[in-house]
């Protein structure tokens, strides 16, 4: 197996293993993987544009607006417009949604916490700068 090919089985197993932590983390509540994910998202800033929320996620805006139009009806995110931008629509977390995100990103923190235990710090630093280098690639 060349280097290529053994870092690609290695990204495939890692994505599958957090995919499947996912759904089973989402799998007891009532919302869906792309709403929680749009949670998470929205949940790190005050407020997106549905242009950028929609990049974050890798969605067209046309697939992001029927998440966000269930996730306004839950009365987990509201839609604000924008203050400079009157054919933007700003979308933020409500306080509801607010707190689902914030449960949900505890374990998110723990997870990260377990897989990084057994990393250096300079681990840590190389992994991080890695994934910025790859978030930055999509």
């Not at 197996?1 to 197993?13: H, N, P, Q, T, Y």
């Not at 929680?36 to 607006?65: D, F, V």
């Not at 723990?110 to 890695?130: D, G, H, M, N």
């Amino acid at each position: 197996m060349s280097d290529l090919e053994s870092l690609s089985a290695l990204i495939i197993e890692f994505y599958e293993k957090l995919s499947s932590w996912e759904h089973a983390v989402v799998r007891g509540s009532s919302l869906t993987l792309p709403q929680m994910h749009t949670l998470e998202i929205l949940g790190q800033q005050p407020s997106l544009r549905m242009k950028e929320l929609a990049a974050k996620m890798g969605l067209t805006t046309g697939t992001l607006t029927v998440t966000v139009d269930r996730l306004e009806k839950r009365g987990l995110v509201s839609r604000v417009p924008h203050e400079t931008d009157r054919r933007s629509v700003l979308v933020a977390l409500t306080p509801k949604g607010q707190a689902i995100f914030e449960a949900h990103h505890a374990m998110h923190l723990r997870l990260t916490q377990e897989l990084c235990a057994s990393l250096s710090e300079e681990q840590a630093q190389s992994l991080r700068a890695i994934l910025r280098t790859m978030n930055q690639a999509f």
